[in-house]
């Protein structure tokens, strides 16, 4: 308990952009968020006011650490789960549980857990040799696809076989690395899409509007909120999988559903138990951000309203450009917001590199197709300080 506020101290592991948001939106609640990062210069360990140095996989850095929080929550998925089932053993409290962490820490383990709970999703197999993989293929038709079970983000992690003679050259290397493996059918759908919902320890849950999410080199290049055309039934589908998927699982936070939407339904594609790139344009568009969200749930607070404060809400990632641009970031945002005044731009502190996630930007207004492509000049100029007028939306 802080003894200057009187209220719990929240701490993070993880001082990367999530974590940052998650800052931001600590200090309306009275707090700054408690960070342990890995570097004095992570994006949260740049603006928040309490951060302590240390590696998630420290296990001695992580129990320093809770022992100076209330509750214990991340940014990423990356700590080792039997880090976290000492810690829990010795007594702190962390949200998620390490039993419902794991979960989304491996591939596989949830795969089988999904099945199990009969939540439709693609086929998969356990991959110990290529053999496993040559047999699946031949089964259920190539190309297939090939994961990381664990530590894979942002399209790492994940590897489209197209024919058995690709597999041959591909898997033995991985699993002679170490690399623990699964496959998957690769899904015929139609798009991709997300429910985030938040569930509290008391068992308060809450859902948002499930949203479109949109992929370029297996990086979410945009969220489109709601998603265009989805009808309601298929909405209180993905939002109802959602949260009894939390509800089985006992997570507390938030939890984001990635979901491949089909010709015959839903299924699922992967879960992550903290705030999500799905749910950046909560920010702007909700009446309640999934940072705040997330802090409320894990502080086991009533949940906020998650309705959308306009009739649409485009967010669009910021991406490093492959050659540094000339004219600064300072004089890019004086040209976008002479352009857009309009624009909600969060950038995170970050050295521009090819491909990385330097920030993202919302749009909130009526018609989706014109705040598609505000957003998309927008993180294009912030960027490369390019105006692709006449930019076209596939």
């Keep these: 308990m802080d003894k200057h506020t009187g209220l719990p101290v929240v701490g993070m592991v993880g001082g990367g952009q999530l974590a940052r948001m998650t800052h931001q939106a600590a200090i309306s609640l009275g707090q700054s968020l408690r960070v342990l990062a890995a570097g004095e210069n992570e994006a949260a360990g740049l603006v928040a006011g309490d951060v302590t140095l240390g590696h998630h996989t420290d296990l001695d850095a992580l129990r320093k650490f809770a022992a100076s929080v209330d509750v214990l929550t991340f940014d990423h998925e990356h700590v080792p789960g039997e880090h976290l089932l000492t810690l829990a053993m010795e007594g702190f409290v962390i949200r998620p549980a390490p039993s419902a962490l794991g979960f989304a820490q491996n591939k596989l383990v949830m795969r089988e857990m999904m099945a199990g709970l009969g939540v439709p999703g693609p086929a998969f197999a356990e991959v110990s040799t290529v053999d496993d993989v040559l047999a699946f293929g031949g089964e259920h038709g190539w190309p297939v696809v090939l994961k990381a079970s664990t530590g894979g983000y942002d399209g790492r992690g994940v590897w489209m076989l197209d024919t058995a003679q690709h597999a041959r050259e591909t898997v033995p290397e991985l699993l002679e690395a170490g690399t623990a493996l699964l496959v998957e059918e690769k899904v015929a759908m139609r798009r991709e899409l997300s429910a985030l919902v938040a569930r509290s320890p008391f068992g308060q849950g809450a859902a948002y509007p499930v949203v479109e999410t949109v992929q370029t080199g297996g990086i979410n290049t945009e969220v489109l909120a709601p998603a265009p055309g989805l009808d309601d039934s298929r909405v209180h589908e993905a939002q109802d999988l959602a949260l009894r998927v939390a509800s089985t699982l006992d997570v ?140 076209e939306i596939h």
């Design 252 to 391: 507390t936070g938030l939890l984001a559903v990635e979901l491949f939407e089909t010709d015959t339904g839903l299924l699922v594609n992967e879960l992550a138990m903290r705030p999500h790139n799905s749910g950046h344009w909560t920010m702007d568009g909700s009446r309640t951000s999934q940072f705040e969200q997330h802090l409320r749930a894990v502080l086991d607070y009533p949940l906020g309203r998650t309705d959308l404060i306009a009739p649409a809400c485009v967010m669009a990632n910021v991406l490093g450009a492959s050659e540094l641009p000339e004219m600064s970031p300072d004089e890019r945002l004086h040209h976008l917001f002479a352009r857009y005044p309009e624009a909600r731009v969060h950038l995170y502190g970050k050295q521009e590199r090819p491909g990385r996630k330097l920030g993202h930007v919302n749009f909130t207004g009526e018609r989706m197709e014109d705040l598609r492509n505000r957003a998309l000049l927008s993180a294009h100029w912030l960027s490369h300080a390019v105006w692709l007028d006449g930019y």
